[in-house]
């Protein structure tokens, strides 16, 4: 602990304009990044939350020191698990991408960073500030770099005709794509149903392997799922 800093713990009004202050600019530090990258929760969010926090815990220094009663952590832990909403607000689950993870978990750490300096412990905040944005900016750059290539899924069901059994076999074999599942069955005396499933880490490919199937004479082609990107957890 920095015993230089003891008497801004104490709570004066000029303490208390240090923490709002600070907390303005701990969440413009993290708003500001999130907001760059066109977030939902952005610079006004995040500055928001750690004022909010900030306040949160002066109000319960001010309620020990000067009413003698109460537990000075608990409205600080109220607000931990309260964040939750606002968090939850900002995740979006769209064609098997789910994103906002990160901006949830930033909204949270946030809070903690608010809550930290208003209770006037501002070595911990101005640390966990620096691990913060050190992991949204740093580690995102690595991670996105050693990113495991994104597949597309799709599975259709295909109904041909006879004759065009094996035009649409080969096509299927000379295709790049990974075959996952392929099932033909005949359906009447002249024609037949294929289901047929793969990915592919290139949404192209699905979508052009899918014109030149509709493309063999008397050949329909139902989109039984079409994902896009399948199963991709991103910011």
């Known amino acids: 602990m920095i015993r230089a800093l003891d008497f801004l713990r104490d709570l004066t009004f000029w303490s208390v304009c240090l923490r709002i202050v600070l907390s303005v600019l701990a969440g413009f530090i ?14 006004r969010t995040h500055i928001l939350v750690t004022v909010g ?38 995740i979006i689950i769209s ?8 901006t949830a978990a930033g909204l949270w750490a946030t809070n903690c960073i608010g809550l930290a300096i208003g209770i006037g412990f501002y070595e911990g905040a101005f640390v966990g500030l620096v691990a913060v944005f050190f992991t949204l900016v740093v580690l995102r750059r690595i991670s996105h770099k050693n990113k495991a290539p994104e597949l ?12 065009n059994i094996d035009i649409f076999s080969e096509l299927i074999n000379k295709s790049d ?8 069955k005949p359906c009447g005396s002249d024609s037949y149903t294929a289901s047929v499933s793969f990915n592919s880490g290139s ?10 199937i509709r493309e063999i004479e008397g050949t329909l082609v139902f989109d039984i799922q079409y994902d896009g990107q399948a199963a ?4």
């Not at 597309?152 to 005709?161: G, I, N, R, T």
């Not at 794509?177 to 033909?184: N, Q, S």
């Open 30 to 43: 993290i708003g500001a990044e999130r907001r760059n990258k066109n977030h939902a929760a952005g610079l």
């Open 95 to 102: 064609k098997g991408k789910i994103r906002g993870l990160t």
């Open 53 to 90: 926090a900030s306040l949160l815990m002066i109000m319960s220094q001010f309620a020990t020191e000067y009413f003698g009663a109460g537990d000075i952590m608990r409205i600080g832990a109220q607000a931990v698990s309260g964040i939750g909403f606002l968090g939850a607000g900002t």
């Open 177 to 184: 794509i990974a075959l996952t599942r392929l099932e033909i």
């Open 203 to 212: 949404e192209k490919e699905v979508l052009l392997l899918r014109e030149k």
């Open 152 to 163: 597309y899924s799709a599975e259709y069901l295909v109904h041909l005709k006879k004759e």
């Open 232 to 235: 991709v957890i991103g910011d």
